[in-house]
């Protein structure tokens, strides 16, 4: 058996072959269920979102409408001065005079509207724009902890960064559009008021415009999404390399993961150009059929004119407003692949505001005070992350206010598991949590929070200064307490010896500091919280026996008139617990102070014995027997 | 309460600030872009001859209608009516359709053409950006936030994907329009001509002032929405410290106060362009009205002729739509000289750590890791120093131990191993070659960490496991994770190894993970390996067994255990007790425990915890 445990070195050709096990990013394309082109529900959300803002909506509304008007207005009004200037020499300087005005004014209307229009969507589909990512990132707030257990924070960035701003690209547009309808039905309505058998001539292209959109839609749709896609495929692949740099260069990762990477990019780089590619291949043909509305024009208005059925003027006037009456066509068309963006991006959106928030106050939740207590009971518990996979299983155990409990057991027996449970990050699945004497779920999630200072299995701490991170959210906690917290936990000295002390910048995580300063730092925050019940999982998993025992001399006064929950597999660690309690396989298998379960010879003893009894190698056969417990956990 | 989260959010403020980007003058940075672009002659060639293309054909429009018209009117002027009159017309007809179609495909080439060589650009960006952020050292990385690198990726890149399209195909469309309608104009009437060309003077300076104020501002607004990036990746990154302590309502508050900062921004930035955008039609319509006015008194006064007006009106109408667009286009420009100087301060970063000129391959003969009067300080911390004259030496088939208190400089030593970082003072040599004159390559090759707070990717088990070594056989991942006591679990699972673990292995236990970095370590094969502090979270059975497996793994290699449980490190051949980055204490287990020095006095406190005697001889210094 020994001996196979030996890796040899074996020779496996890489040579070029792609790796048959690796992966960048976690994001595959298919994943994503591609929308539909307009999903009315995603508008109704957006609209939810530009609601507050309607006066700003209406306003520039109005004033994209008089700009518009003012647009038209301008040949008119050149016409006219034209028409005097010709006319009788001299004679007309006062229409000159009057043209000359109305122009002045027009333009001016014109640049006040177009000001108040574009200030107006700028500024309102920012406040969407921020408003959205804000009511994303308070949904994210409350959402249950197994959503966020799966989901990659590089991929809810990537919404919280890159989606939202497809929505604001879409906002911003859909003005234009708003404007580009009117427009299109004022012409409408013009060339038909002007002669309806020529308007109708004109728009008898229209048809072959419809049956050529309804061939290219669904094409042009699918193009969009993938193009939409590929980025955050690129983009969670790129969040990963960043995160992961330090395990990616000590593996020794970085070809092969260059390699897969430019797979993904060179897919987002070709999904993006067929995509361009459908929503050019409309231009052409837009032009073409202005051109052939034109050509029809030409021949038959001209034609009728030559007949006399109708005057020059109407044909001019026709032939510029055919050129105006597919400029809008064009412009929606291009707006068509904003739209599309927008609903994809839409559709994400609204995917993080759905996510079911399955741990929730009750209504009429009770406040957990202080003086309810701080005992800690589980009745019955079995809880697990998926349905029928418990990892705890009927757990019984209580707690009382002043004495503190250690759990030990094996890696994966559920020890942290039952910790989360006390702070309801989950829901059990039967059975009860109770804290203070009441169920967590009858009482509101922000005084259990308020009571339970947790020090967690893997500290993690915020950039900003050791000293906001000791306080961290208690903003009443003075500098006193934080240091007096910090000096029960041996992690005074080694504060002082950085460069500005307490206020001492922490990078990312924390990274600046050993793991050990890193978790003394998140020890001392739940010192300062000043909590009730104390939780320690592997509090001091990363710090030498000295320290530790310093830690626990000050930690006994601490917890004198709390309530201790502790994990440690260091057995020294728990030896002076009231109680200890072992999990195997989320399940109690003993409970009792440190004698009682010396006295009990069973799984509790022999690891205390394993562990301390010898330095020495233990044999083989020996081992088995009790690790071999362990390891099926 | 709000003054807390004010320093706080200054503090994420300053932390990476800036970083240098201000430093890339913005011209040099557009011009860097434009070199990018043209990198792509061919596209480029394409995008502006069909805009070329595009614009003659426009031109070329209302004059086959005019002529058109012109024809019908003269056709009645001459009273020749009837079929060939009719007949004459199709060929105006037909030639204005084929205009507009050649038109639509010019403008279509145009547009796709100019958008393909943004997209190419981007894709090299992209790569360039991913390749440049692998290989940057472990101080680079510090340093920045890894916020702030994907905003890059998601936010700048699509700054400088747009330039091409957005800014240098307008400006080619512009000038040529104008160009093209200044001769014309110019040479039918001067003065009426430079009248119509009034506004271009004034639209070219309110252009680049506006570009250099909006460049300032998307430069301090990129920066603030950094903050906020950071704000919200740190808040999701540890969402369970946020629940423990239900700090939900302090994060918003955070998040509102960076939120609001940057929204500020945006605003101010919509009041800067909006004013450009809409100052710039005024002017433009005020010379059509100049023109106007002047024109038509030049009219009655017999100069021009109606013809010539409507000339030169007919052009102005023309230019409208462009000249509207002057703003998009300034927006473009300073966009993408800000997120192109933001990209190019990160693609022109040093690496600090690479190989050295005729640096060479590592061969490992003898296998002897030295550390030669090693001293060390983090780059930006200068004057603290975290390693002091550390010397020792390993021979292949050798096991070190090192323990000592937190922060004592343990895992620091490790990582200058497979130079993480380079020495300050001293060298690190395996077989008498310094460190620094071997490549990186072979070096890291043949250098393993199992690292203290090690990442796990989101992806399964088994990829984890096969992490440095992705073309590795089954039975290879299995036996490793056997090593490692992790097998039977992974069995347990319904999936087995194809289960997928959460970002950083969430849905993994403490032990679990760590015994998955240890997995995934056996699966190289180094001359040196060194195992962090690895069973930290390990239960002592467990541990145990695992102490067996790493025995026999570091048979033939130099092996470097860092633990704080002695039991780990009883067999070592050299055990170093560090303390504030000093060997203080070194030997076997038993030279070590004769000595009743500082390890004695672990020793005791681990084998009798609680023994006040025990604590006391732990204390010496
Ligand atoms: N977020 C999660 N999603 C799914 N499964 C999980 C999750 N967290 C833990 N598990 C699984 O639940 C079991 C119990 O995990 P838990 O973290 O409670 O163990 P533990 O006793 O704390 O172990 P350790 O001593 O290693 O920290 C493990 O098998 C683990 O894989
Ligand atoms: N990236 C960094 N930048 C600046 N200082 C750092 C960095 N990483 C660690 N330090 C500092 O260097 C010192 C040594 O850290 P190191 O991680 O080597 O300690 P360690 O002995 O491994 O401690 P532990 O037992 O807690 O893991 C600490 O004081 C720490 O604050
Ligand atoms: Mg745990
Ligand atoms: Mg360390």
């Known amino acids: 058996m020994a001996k196979g445990h030996v890796i040899e070195p074996e020779t496996e050709s890489n040579d070029g072959r792609r790796p048959p096990r690796a992966v960048v990013g976690s994001h595959r394309i298919e994943e994503e269920m591609f929308g539909r082109a307009f999903d009315n529900n995603i508008i109704r959300r957006i609209w939810a979102f530009v609601r507050p803002y309607r006066a700003m909506v209406i306003i520039s509304v109005a004033a994209l409408m008089i700009f518009t008007g003012t647009q038209l207005l301008i040949p008119l009004i050149i016409r006219y001065a034209i028409d005097h200037a010709m006319t009788s020499a001299g004679a007309d300087r006062s229409a000159l005079l009057a043209a000359a005005e109305a122009f002045g004014l027009t333009i001016l209307v014109n640049f006040g509207a177009a000001y108040t229009q574009e200030t107006a969507v700028g500024k309102m589909a920012e406040n969407v724009l921020f408003d959205i990512r804000r009511a994303m990132f308070g949904h994210l707030q409350k959402v249950s902890l197994s959503f966020m257990d799966k989901t990659e924070v590089g991929r809810l960035m990537s919404r919280l960064q890159g989606d939202v701003y497809a929505i604001h690209e879409f906002l911003e547009t859909s003005i234009y559009s708003v404007a580009d309808f009117a427009l299109l039905f004022g012409i409408v309505f013009v060339m038909l008021y002007l002669d309806f058998r020529l308007g109708l001539l004109t728009l008898s292209v229209l048809p072959a415009l419809v049956i050529i959109r309804i061939v290219w839609l669904p094409r042009a749709r699918h193009a969009f999404m993938a193009a939409h896609e590929t980025n955050s495929v690129v983009n969670g692949a790129l969040a990963e390399a960043i995160h992961g740099v330090r395990t990616i260069q000590s593996m020794h990762r970085q070809q092969v993961n260059f390699m897969l990477y430019d797979d993904k990019a060179h897919a987002n780089l070709r999904a993006h150009l067929i995509a361009a590619r459908c929503a050019q291949v409309m231009v052409p043909i837009v032009d073409g059929l202005t051109g052939l509305a034109m050509a029809v024009m030409i021949a038959v208005g001209g034609s009728m004119v030559m007949n006399g059925r109708i005057d020059v003027g109407v044909l001019v006037a026709y032939l510029f407003y055919i050129q105006r009456f597919f400029d809008p066509i064009r412009s929606l068309t291009l707006q068509y692949s904003v739209m599309q963006r927008a609903m994809a991006s839409g559709k994400r959106l609204t995917d993080v505001l759905d996510v079911k928030i399955e741990v929730q106050d009750k209504p009429g939740a009770r406040v957990l005070s202080p003086e309810m207590g701080g005992s800690v009971e589980f009745r019955n518990v079995t809880f697990g992350y998926e349905p029928n996979r418990p990892v705890l299983k009927n757990v019984s155990f209580r707690v009382d206010p002043g004495e503190t409990v250690a759990l030990v057991g094996p890696t994966g027996s559920g020890k942290s598991s039952a910790m989360a449970l006390v702070r309801r990050l989950y829901d059990v699945q039967q059975g009860q949590v109770l804290v203070g004497g009441h169920d967590v779920r009858d009482l509101t999630q922000e005084s259990l929070g308020g009571q339970i200072a947790m020090v967690l299995q893997e500290p993690f701490l915020f950039t900003g200064t050791v000293f906001d991170n000791i306080r961290y959210h208690k903003t009443d906690a003075t500098r006193d307490k934080v240091i007096e917290a910090a000096k029960a936990l041996c992690a005074h000295d080694f504060i002082m010896s950085l460069a500005n002390g307490y206020e001492a910048e922490l990078g990312e995580r924390g990274g600046n500091l050993s793991l050990g300063q890193r978790q003394l730092i998140s020890f001392a925050r739940a010192l300062v919280a000043d909590a009730k019940i104390l939780v320690l999982d592997e509090a001091t998993a990363n710090i030498d026996s000295y320290t530790e025992i310093l830690i626990q001399k000050a930690l006994r006064k601490l917890l004198e008139d709390r309530t201790g929950l502790v994990i440690a597999h260091r057995l020294a660690t728990i030896r002076g617990a009231d109680r200890i309690i072992v999990l195997q396989n989320g399940q109690v298998i003993e409970t009792g102070n440190h004698d009682q379960l010396m006295a009990m010879d069973g799984f509790y003893s022999k690891l205390y014995n394993l562990n301390y009894a010898s330095f020495d190698d233990i044999p083989e056969e020996k081992l088995h027997t009790i690790a071999l417990a362990g390891s099926r956990t | ?621």
């Open chain 2, 1 to 621: 309460m709000s003054n807390a989260i004010g320093t706080a959010t200054n503090a994420l403020n300053s932390s990476t600030h800036a970083e240098a980007t201000r430093r890339g003058r913005g011209l040099n940075t557009l011009l860097r872009i434009t070199r990018m672009n043209l990198r792509h002659p061919r596209q480029v060639a394409f995008a502006f001859c069909s805009t070329i293309g595009a614009v003659i054909l426009q031109l070329l429009i209302p004059q086959l209608l005019g002529r058109a018209v012109d024809q019908t009117q003269l056709a009645i002027g001459d009273g020749v009516t009837g079929t060939t009159a009719e007949q004459a017309l199709w060929t105006p007809a037909l030639l204005l359709l084929g205009v507009s179609a050649l038109r639509g495909l010019f403008t279509m080439a145009q547009n796709y053409f100019a958008e393909a060589v943004g997209h190419h650009v981007a894709y090299e960006l992209r790569l360039a950006c991913y390749d440049k952020i692998q290989r940057l050292s472990f101080s680079y990385h510090d340093r920045v936030h890894s916020g702030d690198l994907i905003m890059l990726g998601i936010l700048d890149l699509d700054g400088v994907r747009t330039y091409f399209s957005n800014a240098l195909v307008r400006v080619l469309l512009l000038s040529m329009l104008i160009g093209i309608g200044a001769y014309t104009m110019i040479s039918t009437d001067p003065v009426l001509g430079l009248v119509a060309l009034s506004f271009v003077p004034f639209v070219a300076w309110r252009s680049s002032v506006t570009q250099l104020r909006l460049r300032a501002t998307w430069l301090d607004l990129q920066e603030r929405l950094s903050v906020l990036s950071r704000v919200m990746e740190e808040n999701l990154a540890g969402i369970r410290v946020v629940r423990a302590f239900s700090a939900q309502a302090y994060e918003m508050l955070k998040f509102d106060r960076a939120s609001k900062n940057a929204l500020d921004r945006a605003h101010d930035q919509v009041d800067v362009s909006v004013p450009n955008t809409s100052a710039t039609t005024l002017s433009f319509f005020f010379a059509m009205g100049l023109v106007l006015w002047i024109g038509c008194n030049k009219l009655i006064a017999g100069d021009i002729t109606v013809g010539t007006l409507a000339t030169f009106l007919t052009f102005m109408t023309i230019l409208q739509m462009p000249v509207r667009q002057i703003g998009l286009m300034v927006n473009a420009f300073a966009r993408a000289s800000t997120c192109g100087s933001r990209l190019f301060a990160l693609l022109d970063q040093d690496i600090a750590i690479r190989d050295a000129p005729g640096a060479r391959p590592l061969e490992i003969s003898e296998g002897i890791l030295r550390f030669d009067n090693v001293s060390f300080a983090y780059p930006g911390t200068e004057n603290r120093a975290i390693l002091k004259n550390i010397s020792f030496e390993a021979r292949r088939g050798e096991t070190i131990a090192i323990v000592g208190p937190p922060g004592s400089g343990k895992s620091t030593m490790a990582h200058l191993i497979p130079r993480f970082y380079d020495v300050s003072g001293g060298a690190i040599t395996i077989d008498g070659h310094d460190i620094r004159g071997i490549t990186l390559a072979t070096l890291r090759k043949m250098v393993a960490v199992a690292q203290q707070d090690a990442f796990l990717f989101t992806t399964t088990i088994e990829n984890n496991i096969a992490y440095g070594d992705p073309w590795a056989r089954e039975q290879r991942i299995e036996r490793a994770s056997e090593s490692a006591q992790l097998h039977n679990y992974i069995l347990s699972l319904p999936s087995g190894y194809e289960t997928v673990v959460g970002e950083r292995g969430a849905s993994l236990s403490g032990g679990q993970r760590q015994r998955l970095t240890i997995a995934r370590t056996m699966m190289l094969r180094p001359s040196i390996v060194v195992f962090d502090d690895s069973t930290a979270a390990i239960d002592g059975a467990t541990e145990q067994r695992i102490r067996a497996a790493i025995r026999r793994f570091a048979k033939d290699r130099v092996t470097i255990i860092i633990a704080h449980r002695l039991s780990l490190l009883t067999h070592a051949d050299q055990i170093l007790f560090v303390d504030n980055g000093e060997i203080v204490e070194r030997g076997t287990h038993q030279e070590l425990l004769a000595k009743r020095g500082r390890y004695k006095g672990l020793h005791d406190l681990q084998l009798r915890p609680g023994d006040d005697n025990a604590i006391a001889n732990g204390g010496v210094t």
